[in-house]
């Protein structure tokens, strides 16, 4: 069964800290995203990345960085973590270039940063 | 600028009742459309997905939603709530992008299901 892996369920962090959301999916999907999920906002997209080593900016890309060395693994990077990227994030997978493959998420890692 | 609108952020209905979920799209391309749902502590799970092949499309759990083009309309119904189908409902659509494609999700609606 196609499953996609986020390291973390829970994690608090302090402000100015930085922080590594690992992401990891054992489908050889080619493409990897990352989302944040507020109240009210429904999913917004902040990276993704098509291919190993390729990074595109989402729609709220300010203050995160993505790395992905590997095609299972695509991990978040707050680089100094404030108090207003305290959310649900979101990872999620897609098979190739095909703009009807559906995306398959993990379970999410609620952050909150003090 | 393209967008996925899902009109009401709360329904909720009795059980055994007729369940609608709005979500309306603006594109300029050909829409490639989605509902997701959620559990509470998960993930989003594919309810189903538009691929053109047919207007009407079933999906998971008696779950169906209609394309309409003239209306750029894709609502999620089914016929009978069960308590189970409590839960987050997403909208989405997926838009070609830079060097591949993204896809884009409308605020969501929470449907409550009463006994």
């Known amino acids: 069964d196609v499953k996609v892996t986020q390291s973390s369920r829970y994690l608090v962090k302090r402000t100015g800290e930085k922080v590594f959301l690992e992401c990891v999916q054992d489908?050889?999907?080619?493409?990897m995203f990352w989302y944040r999920q507020d109240p009210g906002l429904g999913l917004r997209l902040i990276y993704f990345?098509?291919?190993?080593?390729?990074?595109e900016k989402g729609d709220i890309p300010e203050g995160y960085s993505v790395s992905r060395e590997k095609k299972e693994r695509f991990s978040l990077i707050l680089e100094s973590a404030s108090t207003n990227q305290t959310s649900m994030y979101l990872c999620a997978s897609s098979l190739g270039r095909s703009y009807n493959s559906p995306l398959h998420f993990g379970n999410g890692t609620r952050l909150t940063v003090t | 600028a393209q967008s996925v609108t899902q009109l009401g952020s709360h329904v909720s209905v009795s059980e055994g009742a007729l369940v609608l979920l709005r979500c309306n799209y603006s594109?300029?391309?050909?829409?490639?459309l989605f509902w997701y749902v959620q559990y509470p502590n998960q993930g989003l799970q594919l309810l189903l997905k538009y691929t053109s092949a047919a207007t009407l499309v079933k999906g998971i759990n008696g779950f169906e939603a209609e394309f309409k083009k003239s209306e750029t309309s894709f609502h999620l119904t089914k016929p009978s709530a069960h308590m189970s189908d409590a839960a987050e409902y997403f909208c989405a659509v997926t838009l070609p992008n830079t060097g591949g494609f993204k896809t884009i999700f409308g605020a969501g609606t929470r449907l409550f299901v009463k006994a």
């Open positions: 489908m050889d999907h080619e493409n």
């Open positions: 594109s300029s391309v050909p829409p490639y």
């Open positions: 990345s098509y291919d190993v080593k390729m990074k």
